[in-house]
């Protein structure tokens, strides 16, 4: 039953309207919502009077799009990528306003916020201790929060410039924070110093700075066009 209403929902799956962007599918009366619900991972809008056709709004629309898009191109016969059929309508969402949706897991965690509305990152707080061996020497930290980045967005991780002076540094140096996450928002932390303190919970350690995400394709050349700067780098141009 569950390949069959993919295979069905792949199917019929198509952009309906750009403002905003909407994907419907179309499933048969064999299929009952429900059925549809428990396969799906980016759950669709249900119209109680039209309980065969499913929604997916902005961003969702291209998220059930990709989960589906190897499917798609067989049922629907597209020999193109996904960056070549969908990726302006991507690129739109940007162009639209919309928030970084934060959800509470725990009631104590702190939701992001900007000491002034200028500041690139949103601030971060880690509340608890997820796992104490995460890795060599690197602790991971919850934050107890779920974060969706704004339509057409992904969200880098990094430190806050004060957390070198507890001796402390963000273990993967950069965290990228896809589009489509939905866990917990963690912070791993190494010592920079042996002898630095223990975390005092509550802490803002990091912050999260919003990207626009760039759907492309990858292509292999024969050779790529020789510039002025050629093969100059680490330093080659003087202190």
């Known amino acids: 039953m569950s390949q069959s209403i993919i295979d069905c929902i792949a199917g019929t799956i198509k952009i309906v309207a750009h403002d905003p962007l909407t994907a419907q599918s179309i ?6 919502v429900e059925s549809a619900l428990s396969v799906l991972k980016v759950p669709p809008l249900v119209d109680p009077s039209c309980p065969t056709v499913l929604t997916w709004i902005g961003a969702d629309a291209m998220f059930i799009i990709e989960s589906l898009w190897e499917k798609i191109q ?7 990528s996904l960056a070549r059929v969908y990726g302006s309508f991507w ?10 949706q934060v959800q509470k ?9 900007k000491a002034h509305p200028l500041d690139s990152g949103f601030d971060i707080s880690v509340i608890r201790v997820v796992n104490p061996n995460f890795g060599p020497g690197v602790i991971l930290y919850g934050t107890g929060l779920i974060v969706r980045p ?16 507890l001796g402390w540094m ?7 924070i896809d589009a489509q996450y939905r866990g917990e928002l963690c912070v791993p932390l190494a010592r920079l110093n042996p002898d630095a303190k223990e975390l ?9 700075i919003i990207r626009p995400l760039e759907i492309v394709d990858v292509e292999e050349v024969e050779q790529i066009n020789s510039t002025q700067r050629g093969t100059g780098g680490f330093g080659s141009s003087g202190k």
């Open 200 to 208: 005092e919970l509550p802490s803002r350690i990091a912050q999260i």
């Open 150 to 165: 704004p339509d057409g967005f992904y969200l880098d991780m990094v430190s806050r410039s004060s957390l070198c002076k």
């Open 91 to 100: 690129k739109g969402l940007q162009q639209k306003y919309s928030t970084l």
């Open 74 to 80: 067989e049922k629907q016969g597209i020999s193109l």
């Open 170 to 176: 963000v273990a993967n140096c950069v965290g990228v």
């Open 27 to 32: 499933i048969t009366e064999e299929y009952c």
């Open 105 to 113: 897991m725990l009631p104590n965690a702190i939701i992001p916020s």
